[in-house]
T-cell receptor, first 113, second 113 residues
Framework: GENVEQHPSTLSVQEGDSAVIKCTYS??????FPWYKQELGKRPQLIID?????GEKKDQRIAVTLNKTAKHFSLHITETQPEDSAVYFC????????????FGAGTILRVKS | DAGVIQSPRHEVTEMGQEVTLRCKPI?????LFWYRQTMMRGLELLIY????????DSGMPEDRFSAKMPNASFSTLKIQPSEPRDSAVYFC???????????FGSGTQLSVL
């Protein structure tokens, strides 16, 4: 959706390197920001989410940071592995649309071994 | 729990035919969502229900699309008549609350010839 922009559209990294995917949103009232991972031919699955009352959240090799002032949030994957290769979607609740969850266009991450 | 169950997994039909997609949400989840995924438009929310009541159907592309949720354990998305541009993967998802983790089904790959 046009209210959530995601960059880059494709990202290729070497195994072991870090990967960063960024999203911006337009609604300053947005309060929930999940990240979903979708492997080829599979369903999207939540990997991490953050709410507007915190600035950062970590879960092992993945982390999400939120900058409410700038209205952007990022996904950080450290020590990437081939199994991290997938499409990653960010999302944000958009109050303008009745607090609906709007997804970004997705980032194709390829981890080269 | 077996998760969100969708059927059929694949559907191939001819233009003009009626298509019915089915979904069984996770027991106890109050929210049910229907999404459509295409390369061009990404993940689009078509409609969502809260406690079996349709809350927002602004994403339904045309009158050819309709959705029902007759009880807490079953929902259908119907396309009549179907057109080639309806070809996509249709996901059903359920959640315990509005801004909570979405649990996606395996999706229905629809091809309209």
């Amino acid at each position: 959706g046009e209210n959530v922009e995601q960059h880059p559209s494709t990202l290729s990294v070497q195994e072991g390197d870090s990967a960063v995917i960024k999203c911006t949103y337009s609604d300053s009232a947005s309060n929930y920001f999940p990240w979903y991972k979708q492997e080829l031919g599979k369903r999207p699955q939540l990997i991490i989410d953050i709410r507007s009352n915190v600035g950062e959240k970590k879960d092992q090799r993945i982390a999400v940071t939120l900058n409410k002032t700038a209205k952007h949030f990022s996904l950080h994957i450290t020590e990437t592995q081939p199994e991290d290769s997938a499409v990653y979607f960010c999302a944000a609740t958009i109050m303008e649309y009745g607090n609906k969850l709007v997804f970004g266009a997705g980032t194709i991450l390829r981890v080269k071994s | 729990d077996a998760g969100v169950i969708q059927s059929p997994r694949h559907e191939v039909t001819e233009m003009g035919q009626e298509v019915t997609l089915r979904c069984k949400p996770i027991s106890g989840h109050d929210y049910l969502f229907w999404y459509r995924q295409t390369m061009m438009r990404g993940l689009e929310l078509l409609i969502y229900f809260n406690n079996n009541v349709p809350i927002d159907d602004s994403g339904m592309p045309e009158d050819r699309f309709s959705a029902k949720m007759p009880n807490a354990s079953f929902s259908t998305l119907k396309i009549q008549p179907s057109e080639p541009r309806d070809s996509a993967v249709y996901f059903c998802a359920s959640a315990p609350g509005r801004s909570e983790k979405l649990f996606f089904g395996s999706g229905t790959q629809l091809s309209v010839l």
